[in-house]
C-alpha cells in the first residue's frame, strides 16, 4: 500500500482552515470529526506499517531461500564435480589397466613371432647349407667313399641280431640295395659282403637313388637300413630344428 505524504499534508492544511474558519461556528463537532478522521489516519498508518512489516519478513524469507537454494546449488555441484572425478579416475585407471594388458599382449606377440622369426631363419639356413653340403659331398662321390659306405652297411648289418637277420632272409619279399650312383662292375662285390654279412644269400635287388648323394641301404617292405649321406644330412637337419 502506498502512501501519499502530500495529499495527506494538503488535507492537514485545508483541516487547519476548516478549524479556524469552523472553530467560530461548529467547533466541537468539527473537532470530534477532526479526532475521528485522525483516528482513521492513524488506523491506516498502522496497517500501512505492519504491510511493510509483513513484506519485510517476507522478503527476508525470500533472501533466505535464495540463500539455501544457492547452498544447496554449490552442495549438488561440489557433490556431481566429486561423482565425476571419481568417474574419470575409475575411467582412467581402466583405460590404463586393458593398455597395459594390450601393451603386454603384444610384447608376447612380438616375442613369439620373433622367436618363430628366428627358429625359421635358423631352418632356413640350415637347410641352405645342408644344400650346399649335399652339393659338395655329390662331388665327392667316388670308389673310396663308396667302400667305406659299403663297410659301414657290413658293420650295421653285423650289429642286427641274428633272428632280425634271419627274419630278413627267410621273406620271399626281395631287399633293395639302393645306391646313389649305379654300382655298375661294382655290383658282385657288394652282393657278396651282404651275403656274407646276413650268413645267407637275401634276395637282393639293386635300385638307384640320385638323391642319396652318396650310400649304400638297404630297403624292404617293413625295414629300412639308412646308410648315406641324405641320412647324414637329414639327422643334421632335424638336429638343428630340434635345438632351434
Known amino acids: 500500500m502506498t502512501i501519499d505524504l502530500w495529499g495527506i499534508g494538503l488535507q492537514a492544511i485545508n483541516v487547519l482552515i476548516l478549524v479556524w474558519l469552523l472553530s467560530r461556528v461548529l467547533w466541537r463537532p468539527v473537532a470530534g470529526a477532526i479526532a475521528a478522521r485522525q483516528e482513521k489516519a492513524r488506523a491506516v498508518i498502522d496497517d500501512a506499517q505492519a504491510t511493510q512489516a509483513n513484506a519485510d519478513a517476507a522478503m527476508a524469507e525470500v533472501t533466505k531461500a535464495r540463500a539455501d537454494i544457492g547452498a544447496e546449488r554449490t552442495a549438488a555441484l561440489d557433490a556431481a564435480r566429486a561423482e565425476a572425478d571419481t568417474a574419470a579416475r575409475a575411467a582412467l585407471a581402466e583405460a590404463r589397466t586393458k593398455a597395459e594388458a594390450i601393451l603386454a599382449t603384444a610384447k608376447s606377440r612380438i616375442a613369439h ?132
Open 113 to 244: 613371432e620373433t622367436e618363430a622369426t628366428r627358429k625359421a631363419n635358423a631352418v632356413h639356413a640350415a637347410d641352405l647349407s645342408l644344400e650346399i653340403a649335399a652339393k659338395l659331398l655329390g662331388q665327392l662321390n667316388s670308389q673310396m667313399v663308396q667302400s667305406a659306405f659299403l663297410s659301414q652297411l657290413i658293420e650295421a648289418i653285423s650289429k642286427l641280431s641274428a633272428a632280425d637277420r634271419a627274419a630278413l632272409v627267410s621273406g620271399l619279399q626281395h631287399i633293395d640295395v639302393v645306391s646313389a650312383t649305379d654300382a655298375g662292375a661294382d655290383k658282385d662285390t657288394i652282393e657278396k659282403a651282404i651275403c656274407d654279412a646276413f650268413g645267407s644269400t637275401p634276395n637282393l635287388r639293386f635300385v638307384t637313388d640320385p638323391d642319396l648323394i652318396a650310400g649304400l641301404e638297404l630297403h624292404s617292405a617293413h625295414f629300412t637300413l639308412r646308410n648315406s649321406w641324405q641320412a647324414d644330412l637329414a639327422r643334421i637337419r632335424k638336429a638343428v630344428q630340434d635345438a632351434a
